[in-house]
């Protein structure tokens, strides 16, 4: 362990050593005794953050500050937060050369990081001193957030969930860097145009991006294509070299990454594709000026948006090389300009493990094994020895279709060289296979890396399964479904080699940043150690029980909403009710996470009153919020989004339930929105059928915000209910065994719909075409689906979650129940804190120790 000045720094981490060219330079002593000194930065005070503030405002951005657009004075603005931060964080690069620990590379190919200036002002503790300063500059700082674009690095929980986890790290002072693409243009922005999904370039980079520091010196070339050679040595030994057609250049974007309050800033680094010859000036002078550029579209096509549409030949092929780009960039980083030159490769495992964040990385074991073989001489064994030790996996859903499978055609056709590892490491293990178990031939194609039917295809999850040194589910459901259907074979090959995470969020971003309301009241009651260790929420249980506190809590909540109205109204031109109760179903669009079951149930509360079933006076006031994506390509989910928007079209727009039931789709739903709307919420719709999902972490955070979850047992959902009580649970529909018993016995969704008069009038309903102007076909599709397929089960479950509504119903009339339950889930919750999930990864699997 070392001791650091947190305000000292020296020269910098892996991409500011002196270099030549791409590669690692000379090193040497600089002669000017100033160089070795540490920089300093001044502890920061209101007048010389003025001052630095204006400095950048006039040096960097060319303008006076009554000149001064917003966009000017953000910028300068981040660019005086990141100055504070630079010498911490060049100081942590120093001192990791100085005194080298095993390292974190944590891969992915999402990063939803949220709008960096707040976090990275809470994480330096200049968040009052900034608001102070701007005041007297006449800048309000809200304003200043609002500028912000947030980077549309990731679609859901798996990029959220990686953020979280850099953070904890930095927080915990353990050694990271995370690795993945910079997207041009990211997720698309979503628009709705006669309540249809419309997909926008989301251009967040069209203003500048302060928080990010390009080393376009530090490219590293990727290769793709081509063809294998094999020769034969002297000595009869074989050496196989890898040809390639083509390539490009990954240019990294590094991004700083701060612990709170810690001094630690650790780095995220992003690669941007770039041509490796941009621009033919001959074929540019003879007048093609579009080929002249080809080159350069053509390379950049590779980090332009997050997962191109994957449905045609093409897409799929550009999915294929984002994930090889990012992952042979990222390795080359870490073994050619991180480890000292003379570095023994043997013991690359006690440097530095690679975290696979699901399926998209996992080429990266074939790239690591060519460099050890191909590059540094490795024979076949020792790479695989090695390898298996740098490696551990992390499997985020229980969907087949979500598990990778590269055809062998384009694999072999783009990476011949790693379909050629691929081969020879699945013959090693197939070896093994039949070493324990005998010539069981149906196990042996069970496991093996190549599936032959219906495509001769590369399972990317086995490849993963067999390189990790552990694999792990992300909720204690999760990984027991993984180990008893996902991957049984395996299980019962290595079952030490299987192990659970369940997934956490940061609690400085979701709940210190995002509702400082509830922060401060619960600092004020139990103090503010709980931001770093957040089990000591505990330590609110008692305050469930005090009509002050909870009177308190409830004037948080109302703050909240309120807040949140006015957002919605300015944003969208929604307007909602602050005095209803905040029903919120906001994830990623698809049939698992039946958003379908939601829409049955306000439809229903709908056609209940309109038809005199349901006296409106007995209900309490509802607003129904949903926000989701849907996959471009993903025709069932954009449907959905359709007939959310026209029920709640009709809804809202129908006097006979006004001020009772309200629906609202605001679009583009994000992590700044999210941070305004969960902290509002009050019920909190994890309702994917058991055994679907992972874990959801979206669940975790209203739980922690003081939102009462109605759910199924699936994913986190289970480790929700087991912490804050089935008294402050609403639970609902089958288990996941009760799901596997209907689907073997054979599920006929009609029987349901035929049986349960409420379900046959919503889905009529739905059918007459009362929300689409009369046409029956525009969502016939939607009601065939459900009627003869509904492969999550959705009206199965239909009854059961209606009565759950009705429990909801009564329970939220007693505002002192409700309440008392809001604060226990909020002081149950502690469990779901990133933190603990990063000292479980430490302990079970990467076995990194913090730097102090």
């Known amino acids: 362990m070392s001791t650091t000045d947190f305000h000292s720094a020296s020269p910098v981490h892996d991409d500011e050593s002196p270099r030549t060219g791409r590669n690692r330079g000379p090193q040497f002593e600089p002669a000017h005794p100033l160089a070795k000194a540490p920089v300093s930065t001044p502890p920061p005070t209101v007048d010389g953050f003025v001052k630095e503030f204006l400095h950048e405002l006039n040096s960097n951005q060319g303008v006076s500050l009554e000149n001064s657009s917003v966009n000017d004075q953000y910028m300068a603005l981040a660019q005086t937060v990141r100055n504070y931060l630079m010498a911490r964080w060049l100081e942590t690069e120093r001192l990791q050369r100085q005194e080298p620990h095993k390292k974190v590379a944590y891969l992915s190919a999402e990063y939803l990081l949220g709008r960096q200036l707040g976090n990275n002002l809470l994480s330096s503790g200049l968040i009052d001193i900034a608001e102070e300063a701007l005041r007297q500059c006449g800048i309000d700082f809200a304003v200043m957030r609002a500028q912000e674009v947030e980077p549309g690095l990731g679609n859901g929980g798996l990029g959220r969930l990686a953020a979280c986890f850099i953070d904890s790290l930095a927080t915990m002072n353990v050694p990271c860097v995370g690795y993945g693409i910079r997207y041009e243009y990211g997720i698309f922005r979503q628009t709705f145009v006669d309540g249809k999904q419309v997909e926008q370039p989301d251009n967040w980079l069209a203003l500048g991006c302060p928080w990010e520091f390009p080393h376009p010196e530090h490219a590293v070339q990727v290769n793709f294509g081509g063809r294998t050679e094999t020769t034969t040595d002297a000595d009869g030994s074989e050496k ?206 069970r496991m093996s890396i190549i599936a032959e039917h219906p495509t001769r295809s590369v399972r990317m999850a086995y490849l993963a399964t067999v390189a990790g040194s552990k694999v792990n589910g992300v909720a204690a459901l999760h990984s027991q479904l993984l180990r008893d259907k996902v991957l049984p074979d395996f299980n019962e090959f290595w079952p030490e080699k299987f192990t659970n995470v369940t997934n956490g969020v940061t609690p400085r971003r979701f709940v210190r940043l995002a509702n400082r309301s509830l922060s401060s009241l619960i600092s004020d009651s139990i103090g503010s150690g709980w931001v ?265 479950d239909y009854a059961s979650y209606l009565e759950a509504q009705e429990r909801v119903e009564k329970y939220y009339a007693d505002e002192d129940a409700w309440t008392r339950s809001a604060v226990l889930n909020v002081a149950r919750s502690g469990y779901f804190s990133s933190d603990r999930s990063m000292k479980d990864y430490i302990r079970e699997i990467w076995h990194t120790q913090p730097v102090m």
């Open 240 to 445: 196989t070299e890898w040809i390639p057609d083509w390539n490009v250049l990954g240019v990294p974007y590094n991004y700083m990454v701060p612990g709170y309050l810690n001094g630690r800033v650790n780095t995220l680094r992003l690669w941007s594709a770039q041509a490796t010859k941009a621009f033919d000036l001959q074929i540019f002078n003879s007048g093609d000026y579009a080929d002249a550029v080809r080159a350069q579209t053509f390379a950049e096509n590779i980090s332009k948006v997050l997962y191109p549409e994957d449905s045609t030949p093409q897409g799929k092929e550009l999915r294929l090389q984002q994930q090889y780009f990012f992952v042979a960039a990222s390795l080359h980083d870490y073994i050619h300009n991180t480890l000292e030159p003379d570095f023994d490769l043997h013991k690359l495992d006690e440097r530095i493990i690679f975290q696979l964040n699901d399926t998209h990385p996992v080429i990266a074991v074939p790239e690591l094994m060519r460099i050890l073989i191909d590059e540094k001489g490795f024979d076949f064994d020792e790479a695989w020895e090695v390898t298996q030790r740098c490696f551990a996996y992390t499997c985020h859903t229980l969907l087949p279709e979500a598990l990778e499978v590269w055809p062998v055609e384009l694999l072999g056709r783009l990476l011949p060289r790693h379909l050629e590892l691929i081969y020879q490491i699945n013959d090693a293990f197939l070896e093994a296979v039949r070493a324990k178990f005998g010539n069981d031939e149906m196990r042996v194609r």
């Open 532 to 796: 770093t260790d957040l089990e000591r929420l505990r330590e609110l249980e008692p305050y469930a029980e005090d009509p002050e506190f909870r009177a308190a809590f409830r004037q948080v909540k109302r703050t909240n909403k309120v807040k949140l109205a006015r957002l919605l109204e300015q944003r969208d031109g929604i307007v909602i009710d602050e005095n209803h109760m905040l029903d919120v179903m906001v994830k990623r669009l698809h049939e698992y996470k039946r958003q379908s079951l939601k829409m049955l149930h306000v439809v229903t509360l709908y056609n209940e009153i309109i038809s005199g079933r349901l006296d409106p006076a007995t209900l309490q006031g509802r607003t129904v919020l949903f926000g989701a994506k849907a996959a471009p390509g993903y025709k069932m989910a954009k449907d959905t989004i359709h007939l959310i928007n026209k029920v709640a079209e009709v809804i809202n727009s129908d006097e006979r339930v006004q001020g009772k039931l309200k629906v609202a789709f605001p679009a583009n739903y994000n992590v700044t929105l999210a941070e305004k709307l969960i902290p509002a919420a009050e019920l909190s719709e994890q309702i994917s059928q058991a055994g679907m999902e992972a874990s959801g972490t979206g669940n975790m955070k209203f739980a922690l915000n003081g939102a009462l979850t109605i759910g199924t047992d699936d994913g986190a959902n289970v480790e929700i209910r087991e912490k804050v009580g089935d008294d402050n649970f609403f639970l609902f529909g089958m288990t996941e065994p009760e799901v596997s018993a209907l689907g073997e016995k054979g599920y006929n969704p009609a029987e349901y719909y035929e049986k349960d008069e409420r379900l046959k009038g919503a889905l009529d309903l739905i059918a007459s075409g009362a929300f689409s102007d009369g046409d029956r076909q525009v969502f016939e599709p939607i009601v065939s689906n459900l009627l003869y397929q509904d492969r999550f089960m959705a009206l199965a």
